[in-house]
């Protein structure tokens, strides 16, 4: 079975669609056959000929274009909801893609009321690979406070700024395209094993934040926003802020996560999303739709 997945900015830029399209092919291989058709390859239809499957993950006329073409060669078209609820998914489901695949369960009952009759909507959440991403034995000698996110509005990573500025015995390391810190996703696992706890409050049409699975992987509790998505992933393993544009209530909150201990119940909520245990789920999809 051959799988392709329609990735413009892969190998270019390393975000949420890309590093998840790369994860997928690692883990699914040797089972299934992922190829990542990146650049203006991904619009080369006679090649989409070679695959059985074919999903396209930059959204709109990429999803449009798609969509027309496999009805006429006759391949299923997959869309997985990176975008998370809002026009650009609104548009994926209304181009009736045999598949929606939700990360969450929240979004799914979202995208029930956009779509058409013939789109069959299910859920497999994003997964980490928790061999890569794990605990360390280790003292805190400071309070690391890590935020990963992107320079981009959404992120709000100026939240988590403007919070810390409160918590002079808080230390702020923002990793991210854009920000003050980038390191490659290989080094990713020693980024969040030298901080002590994690907040990330993006707004709410964030479809997931594949970061909270890797920051519980290495154990760090986690401060967010206070929202279903959220709730669902992070379960116990955080502390969830009603209004994090209040400066005082997500300095708080981080406070409070500082000085907590929380066992190693982030871990125990990563492990839920396993590759290990996730996998067999995207297996299930693709020989379904054979």
């Known amino acids: 079975m051959k799988v392709a997945i329609l990735s413009f900015h892969s190998g270019a830029i390393n975000r949420g669609a890309e590093t998840w399209a790369h994860n997928l092919k690692i883990h699914l291989s040797p089972e299934i056959d992922v190829e990542i058709v990146v650049g203006w390859f991904t619009y080369n239809f006679l090649h989409w000929f070679n695959f059985d499957i074919i999903i396209p993950t930059n959204g709109r006329l990429q999803v449009l274009l798609a969509r027309l073409v496999t009805w006429g060669i006759q391949k299923p078209l997959v869309v997985f909801g990176h975008s998370g609820p809002g026009a650009d998914d609104k548009w994926n489901l209304w181009c009736s893609p045999d598949v929606f695949v939700a990360f969450s369960n929240y979004q799914a009952e979202w995208a029930k009321k956009f779509k058409l009759p013939r789109t069959k909507i299910i859920v497999i959440p994003h997964a980490v690979d928790t061999k890569l991403f794990k605990p360390v034995d280790k003292r805190f000698k400071n309070n690391v406070v890590l935020c990963v996110a992107a320079n981009h509005p959404n992120k709000r990573v100026d939240l988590v700024r403007n919070a810390v500025k409160l918590l002079p015995q808080a230390e702020l390391v923002v990793v991210g395209s854009g920000q003050e810190v980038q390191v490659s996703f290989e080094k990713m ?71 907590r201990d929380g066992g190693d119940l982030p871990w125990k909520q990563a492990e839920k999303f396993s590759w290990s245990t996730i996998t067999s789920s995207y297996i299930s999809l693709f020989k379904s739709l054979i």
């Open 189 to 259: 696992p020693e980024v969040y094993q030298q901080a002590k706890v994690f907040c990330f409050v993006p707004w709410k049409r964030e479809a997931f934040g594949l970061v909270f699975l890797e920051a519980m992987a290495c154990n760090l509790p986690i401060i967010t926003i206070d929202d279903p998505v959220r709730r669902e992933i992070v379960g116990d393993a955080g502390i969830f802020v009603d209004h994090p544009e209040d400066p005082a209530e997500l300095a708080s909150a981080i406070k409070k996560a500082l000085n």
